[in-house]
């Protein structure tokens, strides 16, 4: 008993876990995407606590999970975070949950479900896209290069915030605006995991997985999205038996923060 | 359009609405990247960008820029109406009408020399990561005491070196058959026969596949097994010895990697070391049993016989009885058929000694026709019982010498769970050897027990 309680406190510590809402209601789990943290769901969870427990927590490497808990061969596939997803609901005494997932976390939430479908008993999976690089007829809408290139930009980026000559490439340190340094806390990623996390997050393919999903589940499409394509929408949509496919009037691969509204309309109408 | 302070200053301006299209764009902007007004009122901003700079954007500058209102110098890179690249550093906010205001600088030279720095810098990271992970591995591999230990540490280096989701190291048994000794197997559920271990084995070689699909073109049987383990990209390197292949090495990874030649070399390399490694282990047990077991017989020499009765005697759990078995007739055998015989019916006599007592009693040979046993936990008429039964296997007729009579004289010293602790180990010697002298002299082929 004594090690169970440990071990939740060691998981909730792990993903930086942060719990809300109504503690009667089913859980709702966030599950944010590559480059940032919980941070993205500001606009959107608020929404749901009155009615749902609100989980919100990073997936470690990113925002202010412990970093000491990064095993590089664990993380090396989105099955690593799916495990991640369960062990909170299991420390949460967690069943049936909503599980709403960003970008690359709609498929690690398609894996939580497959392996627990008690725990994870509905989907909403926000821009998803099971595979970014094209493969034969399939169009991810990317080829190898340009996520060589994003590795490239990553490495571009962090080379100059790390270097010595950070402050003149960082223009303004004397005037720091109001919410930087939330921002830097919130978003923060380790050079080597970020690259990591990339290459694991668009050099994947799980789009098997899509078909062994047997929860019902709601695909959230924006317009003009670069990163999840309408056509990789309609992939994951035609893929998942019984699912719903909902096409936001938002544009952008982040309706969660540039249409906040419309996505807790759509996850609203969903559930009910 | 009259020319404004804004197309004048050295940095491209662009502002944004707030469904990401360039609603206005400076003159240096259009300068850098040759296009024109109409190129650019209602694009998407960001498509200016290359691809990999677009998926930056995307999934981290955007979502910094929303939660904080602002970015500080990002470097991303913009495509020109010619199709070449230009580095820039990237500064924005968002205005108080909800649109976005971005700064573009050209920092060509500043990134060209960052590349350079990176280039460097990953160069020299990749190979001190070899260098570690050899230099890491070599160290556990070599305070591995034990086959269990190196298989272990085998495991785990190869999974740090390339951030696999898990490793398996199998060794080869008496059987012939591969058992796990250390790390863990995904395919501890399929048929044996479709394992990646199994096939490196059999070939003798390097096995790899990268994907499910490139398995079902080699072996549908082996492309079900990756998929029901959920590996999508495996890699069996054969561990081998001067005796042949001892082992197999496997790395396992949950996601398509690419099994490239440095990937192969870095495993065989470690395999190879970890094989130097069982060498030794092995040859340093055999040299061990050597040290410790009598060269003819087998059986446990007088250092290790007297190992455990010097454990006997001070902490056995309960009381034992010591065995001391002289053969009687032996030296007849010597003379009449020669010591190959001799020693031949001194193995048989052994082996039978072995048949007559339990696998958990020590059976050693104390020098020439003289055999000692230790039996731990037997009550009085129990002696009696494993005595005669030494006796009678003794007693036996010996193929090898048809016309010899050969028996076994016992003397047998009992030590009741009272006197552990209080006798020595040589008391407990003498009243066995005592024994036994009184038993031959009392006619031979026949036991004599005392308590201790």
New interface residues.
């Given amino acids: 008993m004594t090690n169970d309680i440990a071990q939740t406190v060691d998981v909730l510590r792990r993903n930086n876990v942060r719990v809300a809402g109504n503690p009667a209601g089913r859980v709702m789990m966030f599950a944010h995407g590559f480059g940032c943290s919980q941070a993205t769901w500001r606009k959107v969870a608020p929404a749901f606590l009155d009615d749902y427990r609100v989980v919100l927590f990073d997936h470690v490497g990113a925002g202010d999970s412990d970093l000491a808990a990064y095993d590089p061969g664990k993380y090396d596939s989105l099955d690593g975070y799916a495990s991640d997803a369960i062990e909170i609901l299991e420390a949460l005494g967690a069943s049936d949950a909503v599980f709403v997932g960003h970008s690359v976390s709609a498929m690690i939430g398609v894996l939580a479900a497959n392996e627990r479908a008690d725990l994870v008993g509905a989907l909403v999976l926000v821009g998803p896209s099971p595979r970014y690089v094209d493969d034969g007829d399939y169009r991810g809408g990317f080829t190898r290069a340009d996520i060589d290139g994003l590795l490239d930009s990553l490495d571009a980026n962090y080379l100059g915030w790390s270097s010595t000559m950070a402050p003149a490439i960082m223009g303004n340190p004397d005037r720091p605006e109001l919410g930087d340094e939330l921002t830097t806390s919130f978003c923060s990623l380790d050079p080597v995991i970020a690259g990591h996390f990339a290459r694991v997050t668009f050099l994947s393919d799980n789009r098997r997985d899509l078909q062994k999903v047997t929860v019902p589940a709601l695909i959230l499409q924006s317009l003009d999205d670069v990163i999840a394509p309408e056509s990789v929408g309609a992939f994951v949509a035609e893929s998942i038996g019984g699912s719903t496919l909902a096409t936001l009037a938002a544009t952008g691969h982040i309706p969660i923060l540039s249409a906040a509204d419309e996505v807790v309309h759509e996850i609203r109408t969903f559930l009910s | 359009m009259n020319s404004r302070p804004w197309d004048d200053v050295p940095c491209g301006l662009v502002v944004v609405d707030?469904?990401?299209l360039i609603v206005e764009a400076n003159a240096a902007l259009r300068g850098w990247t040759g296009f024109s007004n109409d190129d650019l009122i209602g694009r998407?901003f960001?498509?200016l960008l290359?691809?990999?700079?677009?998926?930056?954007y995307?999934?981290?500058v955007?979502?910094?820029l929303?939660?904080?209102?602002?970015i500080?110098?990002?470097?991303?890179?913009i495509v020109a109406a010619d199709g070449s690249s230009i580095a820039t550093?990237l500064?924005a906010?968002i205005a108080d009408d909800g649109r976005v205001h971005v700064a573009i600088m050209d920092a060509r030279e500043r990134?060209d020399y960052?590349?350079e720095?990176?280039a460097a810098?990953?160069a020299a990271e990749a190979s001190e990561l070899r260098v570690r992970v050899l230099q890491s591995a070599a160290g556990a591999f070599t305070s591995s005491q034990s086959e269990v230990e190196l298989a272990a540490a085998l495991a785990g280096s190869v999974?740090?070196a390339?951030?696999?989701?898990?490793t398996a190291v199998f060794l080869v048994e008496a059987d012939g058959e591969l058992a796990l000794a250390g790390g863990t197997d995904p395919f501890a559920g399929s048929t044996p026969g479709h394992r990646p271990q199994a096939l490196a084995l059999a070939s003798g070689g390097v096995v790899t596949m990268s994907s499910v699909a490139s398995a079902r073109s080699f072996s549908p049987d082996l492309a079900d097994a990756m998929?029901a383990a959920?590996v999508?990209s495996t890699s069996a390197t054969p561990i081998t010895t001067a005796e042949g292949v001892v082992g197999v090495l496997v790395t396992h990874?949950?996601?398509?990697?690419e099994i490239d030649a440095v990937h192969i070399e870095v495993q065989s390399a470690l395999a190879l070391q970890a094989a130097e490694v069982l060498v030794r282990l092995r040859l340093q047990r055999q040299l061990e049993h050597i040290a410790l077991h009598d060269g003819l017989t087998g059986l446990a020499n007088r250092e290790l016989l007297q190992f455990h009765l010097d454990r006997a005697v001070e902490a056995a759990a309960q009381g034992f009885a010591l065995f001391f078995v002289d053969l009687d007739g032996f030296k007849t055998v010597n003379d009449a058929y020669g010591h190959a015989t001799g020693d031949a019916v001194l193995r048989m006599a052994s082996a039978r000694i072995v048949g007559s007592v339990r696998e958990s009693d020590v059976v050693g040979r104390f020098g020439g026709d003289e055999f000692v046993i230790l039996c731990a936990g037997v009550a009085d008429d129990e002696v009696v019982h494993v005595a005669e039964r030494i006796r009678a296997a003794v007693r036996a007729s010996y193929p090898t010498a048809p016309e010899s009579q050969v028996s076994a004289s016992i003397g047998i010293a009992v030590v009741g769970e009272s006197r552990i602790g209080q006798v020595t180990a040589t008391e407990v010697l003498n009243v066995a050897d005592n024994a036994m002298y009184d038993a031959k002299a009392l006619g031979k082929n026949q036991f004599i027990a005392r308590n201790v």
């Fill in positions: 707030g469904n990401g998407r960001n498509s290359d691809s990999g700079s677009r998926l930056l995307e999934t981290r955007a979502p910094i929303q939660l904080s209102g602002s500080e110098a990002t470097s991303l890179a550093l500064t906010m990134v960052e590349r720095l990176l810098r990953r999974r740090e390339f951030a696999a989701t898990s998929d959920r999508s990874f949950a996601r398509e990697r």
